[in-house]
Every structure is written in C-alpha cells, then in structure tokens.
C-alpha cells in the first residue's frame, strides 16, 4: 500500500524521503551548518559523533530531485568531503509521536 505523498513548509509534495550522512572539515562544520540551514529540502539535520559529521533528513519529489539536491545543493557547499546517502521505506517503531522528528513528514 502506498503512502500519501508528504508536503515541506513550501507546499511541495515529496515521495522519497532519505537519511545523509555528511562527512565534513572539521575547520569548516559552522559554515556547513549555516548553509544546510537555508536548503528547503533538508527536512532536519543533527551533529553526531562516530563515523560522519552530520546526519541528514532530506525529501525529495522523485530521484531525477534528489540526485539534484545531493549533486548541485549539498555537495557543493565548502566543506562537505562526502555524502553517504540512505533511503527509508518505512518506519518500524516510534516511540512518542508528539517529539518523533519525523513525525511532520512521515506518515504512521
């Protein structure tokens, strides 16, 4: 069963919903913040630690859309080094829906 598409705070339908991995300069993570910021289809973002910098919640109205986003949006930004992207086909569990960062663009 298909999902309803999902609508960003422009009104955009998007169907395809994506974690990104970022992988940045450490001298540089600011300026990569403030720019991740200003994309309207970077739905959240989060500084981790581990592996990569940043994860990223990024929608998309199809994959010609986010490949766009990922080519000429994200990876041009100064300091980005690399994407891991990962797409998500469902949710498996959610514990408290009211504070569930997904909760705005994913349907339950």
Do not use: W
Request: glycine share 4%; proline share 5%; charged share 30%.
């Amino acid at each position: 069963m298909n999902k309803p598409p999902t609508e960003n705070a422009g009104g955009v339908c998007h169907h395809l919903h994506a974690f990104v991995d970022i992988f940045v300069e450490s001298q540089l993570m600011d300026e990569v913040v403030e720019a991740l910021t200003k994309l309207q289809n970077v739905e959240d973002f989060y500084e981790v630690t581990g592996e990569f910098d940043i994860v990223t919640l990024v929608s998309a109205a199809d994959k010609e859309e986010f490949r766009e986003i990922l080519k000429n949006k994200v990876m041009k930004i100064p300091g980005v080094k690399a994407l891991l992207p990962r797409l998500f086909f469902r949710r498996i569990k959610v514990q408290n829906v009211e504070t569930d960062p997904l909760n705005k663009i994913v349907n339950s």
